[in-house]
């Protein structure tokens, strides 16, 4: 598959801070691809790179095999959809979402034709003759998005368009943002640093950290094999719980347990005895008659209980530290409570204690 942007050996730095270090990264036609990290890694900044809003310090970016390195914004072929709406209060829809046409000389045919292409995909018809102060905040990001659809280009760029709604709104343009993908089959970059909306709208995730890429992949491997401690912690709601111990051979050693990871998938055929972090998700921990099954069952003692619905979130004192575990929303569990628990050597993390790689 051809690439869409091809961003090779990318630096940029602010006087003598370096703020993108030698980035590459292939984005393919019609990939979705998310970039995540928390505040400051970088993620926005490149877009703005790739958008020609900031100028790079050394490498180059490719759109559609074309070198747009100190190419002008308008010229690249791209549309914008930023974290503020950004729209004119004195015009209706209509009129924002043609403003940039009529600046470009689009005759007035098309630039119908397009408003009109826009709002059915975004099902903001009924909205074309109101004024942004007459729409709620997810109607106005809808427009903010028509805005970018109607210059009909090849590529799409999200700047966390989301972090302003609220939870109920993020959810259904999530849900609607997906649709449009899949209807349009454009090739679409989207910044967040949600780890919900990465997960559930990616092709791909890039996950960032310090300037630098940490793992690109689509989300079902991330979750299942991170490369690294920094990504299995930043991946995954509640975090992944993680041990210190001692990896001899095939069996983990901290306090408090023991473990057999005989059955765990290393990354690499050789590894050497050494200190190590064990991780698991809250949602493998099993818990029950389900523990008895497992590589390594213990007894822990609740101390919180979250209910949240469809399953509970509790925590519990195990190993000399507080441990999350996901259990079935109408378990019936209770402060104070002693409960089994199991480890699956085949749902394990194992990271290199000086290094945080993935073993």
């Not at 940029?12 to 979705?32: M, P, R, S, Y």
């Not at 996950?207 to 401690?229: F, H, R």
Request: with cysteine.
């Amino acid at each position: 598959m051809a690439n869409s942007v091809e961003i090779k050996n990318l630096d940029l730095n602010f006087g003598a801070f370096k703020v993108l270090k030698q980035l590459n990264l292939d984005i393919a036609e019609g990939e979705f691809l998310v970039l995540l990290g928390s505040s400051g890694c970088g993620k926005s900044t490149l877009l703005n790179c790739i958008a020609g809003l900031l100028d790079v310090s050394d490498g180059q970016i490719f759109i559609k095999g074309e070198n747009v390195t100190w190419v002008e914004p308008s010229e690249r072929g791209i549309g914008m959809v930023f974290q503020s709406y950004a729209l004119y209060p004195q015009m209706t829809v209509r009129g924002n979402l043609s403003f940039g046409l009529k600046n470009a000389k689009v005759p007035k045919a098309e630039i119908a034709k397009r408003v009109d292409q826009a709002a059915k995909v975004l099902q903001i018809e009924a909205l074309l003759d109101r004024k942004p102060g007459a729409l709620s905040g997810g109607q106005r990001q809808r427009v903010a998005i028509g805005r970018a659809l109607v210059r009909d280009v090849d590529v799409f760029l999200f700047d966390e368009p989301l972090s302003n709604l609220d939870a109920k709104l993020r959810t259904d343009l999530r849900v609607e943002l997906k649709r449009l993908h899949q209807q349009l089959k454009n090739t679409m970059i989207y910044v967040t640093h949600d780890q919900v909306e990465a997960m559930t709208l990616a092709d791909r995730i890039s996950i960032m950290k310090n300037g630098v890429i940490e793992q690109l992949d689509t989300p079902e491997v991330i979750y299942a094999k991170p490369c690294n401690k920094y990504v299995a912690d930043f991946i995954g709601s509640p975090a992944m719980n993680l041990f210190t111990g001692q990896l001899e051979g095939t069996t983990f050693t901290a306090e408090g347990f023991s473990i057999d990871v005989g059955g765990y998938e290393f990354a690499t055929e050789t590894h050497s005895d050494t200190t190590a972090w064990l991780g698991i998700r809250p949602e493998h921990i099993l818990t029950g008659d389900a523990a008895h099954t497992a590589t390594y069952t213990g007894t822990a003692e609740i101390d919180i209980v979250e209910p949240m619905g469809s399953d509970t979130l509790v925590w519990v004192n195990f190993a000399g530290q507080s441990v999350r575990v996901r259990t079935d929303g109408q378990s019936g569990l209770k402060s104070g409570d002693a409960l089994t628990i199991g480890f699956d050597a085949a749902r394990l993390h194992l990271f290199d204690m000086t290094t945080e790689i993935r073993l």
